[in-house]
């Protein structure tokens, strides 16, 4: 069994299924006040070294976003176009690199949810950070949680964005639906999360983001993932 190392947590005791979004606010800014903890690839692959020790981390930051629907609350994606340099057609939260006018995390992660999806700025209320993630591909990613209230307008960039797809809440926050898989590629292999919806592969640094925001949600209460004997090929 694995669970990240929160010793200073213990969330909210609470029901994961049925929860709304006020109390997730609440407990979010309950935990900000601890914030601390450094999440990445590296926690489940700590002999992979994939990133040059030396190569300074690139700067990025996603929006988490959690839409107040009346059939219950969802969280929204994107997949990413197959062209793309980086996680190309993979599933991913919107965001992406710092920009030199960015103020701050919340500020990318805004800026980028505008420009690749076409929800601005006023549709999304702030709630809270969770933990930097660390990519394999040299990257510090902030994740920056935010609740959208419908009706609101999507116009995807078609150059970055393939799709935009929402998942139900109560079906991210049901560890049954989390799993553990390896992967190979480069001659490694990696141990990665994986929370397939339908026909839609949530994994990797999208999933090891929103298993922490799982966690830090349950706290105590968090249950493991379970660990898949097989390999998947990228």
């Known amino acids: 069994m694995f669970l990240s190392h929160r010793s200073h947590w213990a969330g909210g005791h609470i029901n994961m299924i049925t929860m709304d979004l006020n109390e997730i606010a609440k407990l979010l800014k309950s935990y900000n006040s601890n914030i601390g903890d450094e999440q990445g690839d590296h926690v489940l692959n700590p002999h992979n070294k994939r990133r040059s020790a030396d190569e300074p ?13 009346d059939a219950g609350p969802t969280v ?24 030199k006018g960015d103020t701050s995390a919340e500020e990318t992660a805004l800026r980028e949810t505008d420009e690749e999806v076409g929800i601005h700025r006023r549709h999304i209320q702030l709630i809270g950070r969770i ?11 902030t994740p920056v949680v935010g609740l959208i209230e419908p009706p ?14 929402e998942v139900p809440l109560s079906f991210l926050f049901d560890a049954a639906n989390h799993s553990r898989v390896i992967y190979s590629k480069d001659n490694e292999h990696w141990d990665t999360y994986d929370m397939p919806y339908n026909r839609y592969r949530i994994w990797g640094v999208t999933a090891g983001m929103f298993r922490n925001f799982y966690e830090i949600i349950a706290g105590d209460d968090a249950q ?4 898949l004997d097989r390999k998947q090929a990228i």
């Not at 929204?76 to 919107?94: A, E, I, M, N």
């Not at 933990?131 to 990613?141: A, E, I, M, N, R």
Request: negative net charge.
């Open 224 to 227: 493991p993932a379970t660990i």
């Open 131 to 141: 933990d930097t993630y660390l990519t394999s591909t040299g990257f510090s990613v």
């Open 152 to 165: 609101f307008e999507i116009n995807p960039d078609p150059v970055e964005v393939a799709e935009v797809f």
């Open 57 to 69: 981390l690139k700067p990025a930051a996603v929006l988490v976003p959690l839409v107040n629907r």
């Open 76 to 99: 929204l994606f994107t997949q990413r176009t197959d062209h793309l340099d980086h996680h190309p057609g993979q599933v991913s939260f919107p965001g992406g690199h710092v920009d």
